[in-house]
């Protein structure tokens, strides 16, 4: 058991520096770029407009960012929970000092007694009430909510907006980039499928995704969930991993995208898993949570309550491991980029660009890594609580 | 926490569910089934060739074991056609001597009494013909005698000596 753990482990280490040294080439190089993106991006900010003054930590830090440049603790700290946050648009960099951005719009769709369709240019990132449908609406802190036409918000003692929320459907940032891996994973497993059928070796970037598919198969959910029935959780098991994989990687490009360390993203994968392993499990898996066979009958009941809550709590740690993971990589790639600007007067300015540039890749490989893993224990989870669903219990 | 919960978008929600689910099955239907097929497929020829090649191996195999089992007979009819080549050949040079001998044996004994029955004759002839000299010589010997009275008389008196003493 132990040797066949260590070699699993081995192998996903060997495909896990695979895939890093793939992209370690095109990512690295980046960061510098990265740098000054987040940087001037930040002038971008919809927490600027907040300009109602109160005593709430948000607003303050949305007042101390106002036209200015990002560098103190709590701007980079409010920056980076702006970056870390789901958003109505993309922007690529903005420039704080002249109030420009650069970046495009994405639709806004709102259910507010019926469908109300738009722009986000509209909101103009926070800075003006935007007039969709005929009603008026205001961006703050990245959610949209009904207003006047002069785009009053009146605030709770918490500094919560007591506006109406509309229902948003719009496509955000996040959205967007689900779309985007949707359709690139599209792309690149209907041409390996396609590869097919020109010959049995796969050529381009079939070579490259073809093992990957073997690998999910053979030491994913082969092993989890067993020879005969693995055939028909592999669509699901391998969109999981792809899904998660490309998003995790999509995360670490200056786009800045952070879908996979959003907890509303991770709760639906995790929601969607629970379902798909409560409707496989057999009578035997729903015997072993009443019921557990074996056991004297004090056992049986006092065991009944910890086997359900095991059940909450294997979607409820597929859920948190994975958004914690990304959020945190995201966090420390954009903390060690502030150490350009935190640290200038101690580091100087070259010496502040080279600790945060080292420290920078070095968190970045090692985020390559993770962004590989993550994805892996996700999927390899997933398929472990299918497999313990459709265990056929001989012995009993 | 509370932040957690206000971070929850129900509208994103509804989109990853969406968006995942519509991403299963279509992916599904273009890319997982046929490269998992294509992948079974390739596999089932792989195992396929293999074990196409083990029992051409083994069909090899048998046949090495053919030939050499038929090379073997074939060795062994050979030796004994030779072998039984080689006797022939001592019978019919044995019994090729053998009347040779008898034949030469005939031949000897035939020419023996041929030559017996050949001194035979020669030996009566020769008797015969000595005789006839004898009596021949004889006749002249007495011829020659009685021609002369003197020595007739000392042969009669010869004679009567002879006779005298018998």
Request: aromatic share 10%; glycine share 8%.
């Amino acid at each position: 058991m132990g040797a066949q753990s260590l070699s699993k482990i081995f192998a996903t280490l060997v495909v896990s520096f695979f895939s890093l040294t793939l992209f370690a080439g095109t990512e690295a190089p980046e960061n510098p770029i990265q740098h000054h993106d987040h940087k001037d991006d930040h002038h971008g900010d919809p927490h600027a407009h907040a300009a109602t003054p109160s005593s709430n930590l948000h607003a303050k830090d949305a007042h101390a960012n106002h036209g200015g440049a990002v560098d103190t603790k709590e701007e980079v700290d409010a920056y980076i929970q702006h970056h870390l946050a789901d958003s109505h648009d993309v922007v690529l960099w903005s420039d704080g000092e002249k109030g420009t951005h650069v970046g495009f719009p994405l639709p806004v769709i709102l259910w507010d007694g019926g469908l109300k369709v738009g722009m986000s240019s509209q909101f103009h990132h926070g800075e003006s009430v935007a007039t969709i449908g005929g009603n008026h609406y205001k961006l703050f802190h990245g959610k949209v909510y009904k207003t006047d036409a002069k785009g009053t918000l009146s605030y709770d003692e918490h500094h919560h907006p007591t506006n109406e929320k509309p229902f948003d459907l719009s496509i955000t940032k996040n959205v967007f980039a689900m779309l985007v891996t949707g359709l690139l994973l599209l792309l690149g497993f209907g041409s390996l499928a396609k590869g097919y059928k020109n010959g049995p070796i796969p050529k381009g970037i079939g070579r490259f995704l073809e093992p990957l598919v073997l690998y999910v198969r053979d030491e994913i959910a082969k092993p989890n969930i067993g020879e005969r029935k693995y055939r028909k959780y592999m669509g699901f098991l391998l969109t999981i991993f792809f899904f998660i994989w490309l998003l995790n990687l999509l995360g670490l490009t200056p786009f800045g995208f952070n879908v996979t360390g959003n907890i509303t993203f991770t709760a639906c994968l995790a929601l969607i898993t629970f379902l798909i392993v409560q409707f496989s499990g057999n009578k035997d898996y729903w015997k072993h949570i009443f019921w557990m066979p074996g056991v004297p009958v004090p056992m049986k009941i006092i065991l009944a309550p910890i086997e359900l809550i095991g059940l909450v709590t294997k979607p409820f740690s597929l859920m948190v491991r994975l958004f914690a993971n990304i959020t945190a990589g995201h966090s420390v790639v954009m903390g060690i980029i502030a150490v350009i600007y935190l640290m200038k007067d101690s580091l100087g300015l070259v010496g502040g660009i080279s600790v945060s540039m080292i420290l920078g890749i070095f968190i970045n490989l090692i985020e390559l890594l993770v962004a590989f893993l993550q994805a892996y224990i996700f999927t390899m989870l997933a398929s472990l609580f299918i497999g313990m669903a459709v265990e056929e219990h001989d012995h009993h | 926490m509370e932040k957690l919960i206000n971070d929850f978008s129900f509208g994103l929600f509804f989109w990853v569910a969406i968006i995942f689910t519509v991403l299963i099955f279509i992916l599904r239907k273009f890319a997982w089934k046929p490269i998992l097929s294509s992948l079974d497929e390739r596999e089932e020829g792989i195992q396929g060739a293999l074990d196409a090649a083990e029992n051409a191996k083994k069909e090899l195999e048998n046949l090495q074991a053919d030939n050499e089992r038929i090379l073997n007979e074939a060795r062994a009819e050979r030796d004994g056609l030779l072998k039984e080549a080689r006797e022939m050949k001592a019978n019919i040079l044995a019994k090729a001597e053998e009347e040779a001998t008898v034949q030469t044996d005939k031949m000897i004994s035939k020419a023996k009494e041929v030559i017996a029955a050949e001194k035979k004759a020669a030996v009566a002839d020769l008797k015969n013909q000595v005789a006839g000299l004898s009596v021949e010589i004889a006749e002249k010997v007495v011829k020659n005698e009685l021609s002369d009275k003197d020595k007739q008389l000392a042969l009669v008196e010869t004679l009567l000596k002879d006779a005298t003493l018998n």
